[in-house]
């Protein structure tokens, strides 16, 4: 059997408004959306997504399952994505190379030390 991943659902209370956050943060596009499911992806024909689901609850507790990225410049991406509305959370990391964000759903997910050093 051959499988392709296809996406990561993040469910969300306002999947339009997050999914556009995520779109800007990553230089991404929008591939389908409705009032209550958006899909973003580096490209409409590249494959995996983020496809944000509308869940009314609200997120509760640390998250399961956070994305990482690594840039070029950890510090300036720290800055430009809490300049979009990121913020700093602490979930018992400790001192690390990286930085952990979160969206504003409160989504967390990292920012690895950057390629050159």
């Keep these: 059997m051959t499988v392709q991943w296809e996406q990561v659902v993040v469910h969300s209370t306002d999947p339009v408004g997050l999914a556009n956050w995520w779109a800007e943060a990553l230089g991404w596009v929008v591939t389908y959306s409705s009032n209550d499911e958006v899909e ?65 759903e409160g989504n967390e997910f990292c920012v690895l030390s950057s390629r050159r050093e």
Excluded at 45 to 65: A, I, M, T, Y
Aim: hydrophobic share 35%; proline share 6%.
């Design 40 to 104: 973003i992806r580096r490209s409409s024909d590249v494959l995996p997504g983020l496809d944000f689901v509308r869940l009314d609850e609200p997120k509760q507790g640390k998250s399961r399952l956070h994305l990482d990225f690594r840039p070029d410049d950890r510090d300036t991406e720290v800055a430009r994505l809490v300049a979009l509305g990121a913020q700093h959370v602490d979930i018992g990391q400790g001192e690390q190379s990286w930085v952990v964000l979160a969206d504003p």
